[in-house]
């Protein structure tokens, strides 16, 4: 399943390089010259390292 960036909640389980991610912080930006707005996920993996991805707020982002 998939969610757009900016549907993102802290707590949420995301897969990135094909590992389970839980979500710890999601920050959304204001509008900028491009057009869009950026989120910021901040994403703790099962290693414990943090990852931080910075996306549009329409970006497709899969869902545990």
Not at 8 to 19: E, P, V
Not at 29 to 52: A, D, F, Q, Y
Request: hydrophobic letters at 35%.
């Amino acid at each position: 399943m998939k969610k757009q960036a900016k549907d993102i909640k802290k707590g949420d389980k995301i897969k990135i390089a094909g590992n389970e991610c839980g979500v710890e912080d999601v920050e959304i930006s204001n509008i900028g010259k491009h057009g869009k707005s950026k989120v910021r996920i901040s994403v703790i993996t099962p290693l414990n390292e943090k990852i931080i991805l910075i996306r549009p707020e329409d970006y497709p982002i899969d869902l545990v």
